[in-house]
């Protein structure tokens, strides 16, 4: 790894435990109830499937603010496979409806395990962007949500996940 590669790694990685520590310490007890989720879709830049995992949990006191971990991994047989690990943070937009709207951000770090002949393994900071739509209530909660990572390779992703 180039100095200059190590450098925005670390940097990328102190951002992202800061966000990770801010999310943690700000959750309030009231909200602390934490519900998990699997995800699936694609990556614009791979044209693969990607699976991933995720934590979501209430920030603060207005029921509107949510943390929300997430583990992607995408199957790139040409150009190898790509895992990122985002802390997003995301507001959810009052409504009356079963449903919600949401926008947000957050820290990335996006390890790609290149396969191709002459080509480098690296880890990629970066920031998502996302909005969403999905179920408020209910046991399973099935969402759609498109993020905008903006890093060296920047991309679109699209995906959609159940939330329990």
């Known amino acids: 790894m180039t100095k200059t ?20 310490l700000s959750i309030a007890p009231g909200h602390a109830k934490t519900d998990f989720g699997v995800r699936g879709g694609t990556y614009s830049d791979v044209d693969e499937p990607f699976l991933g995992a995720e934590a979501l949990f209430g920030v603060g006191t207005t029921n509107r603010w949510f943390g929300n ?21 995301h507001y959810d937009f ?14 990335t770090l996006i390890f790609r395990d290149r396969t191709s002949p002459g080509t480098a393994h690296d880890t990629d900071p970066g920031v998502n ?5 999905g179920a408020r209530k209910g046991d ?12 060296d390779d920047s991309e679109a992703v699209l995906g959609v996940g159940v939330r329990f």
């Open 5 to 24: 590669r190590r450098s925005r790694f670390v940097r990328g990685l102190l951002l992202a435990s800061a966000g990770a520590l801010t999310g943690l």
């Open 69 to 89: 971990p997430n583990l992607e991994h995408a199957f790139a047989a040409d150009s190898g496979d790509r895992t990122a690990v985002s802390f997003d943070f």
């Open 94 to 107: 009052p409504s009356g409806e079963p449903y919600t709207f949401w926008a947000g951000a957050g820290p």
């Open 129 to 133: 962007l996302v909005l969403g739509i």
């Open 140 to 151: 399973v909660r099935p969402y759609g949500q498109m993020k905008v990572v903006l890093a």
